[in-house]
C-alpha cells in the first residue's frame, strides 16, 4: 500500500496554510499570498517519490472518471479531488499532526496508465494534464473552509440534500434535479435475496425504510433475530450490507423472495458525474458545473500566477 505523507517547500508555508494567513479566503488577522506548491511524498516498498500536488492528481483524477468524459466536467473533478485532498491535510494540521497520511491506492503512474490506455495513452494523459494545469491550484471553500468535496457516479434524477442527515455546516450541498442521469446504463439495477439470506445478512428483518426528499433510504429499521430489538442504521449502510449500487431503494416482497429495485450509483451527495457531463455537452464550464451541485460556495487558490 502506498503512503502520501504531505511536506512543503518551505516551512514557513506549513505553518500558515490553514491559519488564514493567505488570500485563498480563511479566516485570519493577515492576507500573504503562497507561491509555493504543495509537495507529495510517495512511500510503499519500492521506496519514496516526491511530487507536487498539481502531479499527483494526474495520476488520481484518471482513477476517479471516465477519461472519455467531456473536459469541462474533468476539471470539475479535478477541482473536486483538489478540495478533497486539501481538506483533509487541513483537519490533520487542525489537530496538531506533522505529518498528513494517505491511504492510497490513489495514485497511478505514468508506466500504469500507459499499460491502462494503451494506444491512446498519449491522448489520455494530455487530457488529464490540461484538466488539472488549467485549473491549477483552484479548490472550493465555504465561508472560508474547504468544502466536503463530494461526487459519485450517477444520480436517481436528483442528488441529495445535507439536511438533518450530515447536520450544520453542509448547507452548499443543497438537492438539485439531474434530469438525464436516466440516459446512463448505470441508472436502473435490481438485485434479489431470500429472506433467509436477507436476514443473515443483516442481523434481522426490515421493519421500515425511511425516506429522504430525494427518495434515498435516510434510514432503516431492523429488528433484531436473536433479541427482537428494533436498531436504527442508514440507509448507506443498508447499502453496503447489501452491496447495492445507491440507497434509493424500493423494496418488494414476493413469496420468499425480496427484490430491491434500485436508482443511480452512489451516496447521491454533491456532484453527479453523469450529469456533470451531461452539462458540460451543452457547453457549461467547470465553474458553472460545481456552482450548480455545490451552493454558494467560493473559488479559492493556494497558488498563485
Known sequence: MVLISFIFLLPYIFSMLWSGRHDTGLKGETQQSLQEDIVLCLEDERGKLTMTMEEYLCGYLPLVIPVQYEQECLRAQAVLLRTQVIGAFARQVAEGKQEFI???DTYLSHEQLEEMWGENNTEYQEKIRQ??????????????LPIEACFFRV????????????GQGYEYLAAV???????????LTQEKYSRTKLEKLLGGTIAQLSYDDSGYVEWVTIVSSDSG?????????LRKKLKLSSAHIT?????????????GAGHGFGMSQFAANEMAAQGADYQT?????????TFDKYLQP
Open 102 to 104: 494517505l491511504e492510497a
Open 289 to 297: 458545473i460545481l456552482s450548480y451541485f455545490f451552493q454558494n460556495i
Open 131 to 144: 484538466a488539472v494545469s488549467s485549473t491549477r491550484g483552484i479548490y472550493l471553500t465555504f465561508e472560508g
Open 229 to 237: 430489538e428494533s436498531r436504527e442504521y442508514t440507509g448507506e449502510w
Open 177 to 187: 434535479d439531474c434530469p438525464k442521469d436516466y440516459l446512463s446504463q448505470d441508472y
Open 155 to 166: 444520480s436517481a434524477g436528483r442528488t441529495r440534500s445535507a439536511g438533518t442527515f450530515l
Open 251 to 263: 423494496m418488494e416482497e414476493q413469496q420468499d423472495k425480496v427484490f430491491f429495485q434500485v436508482k
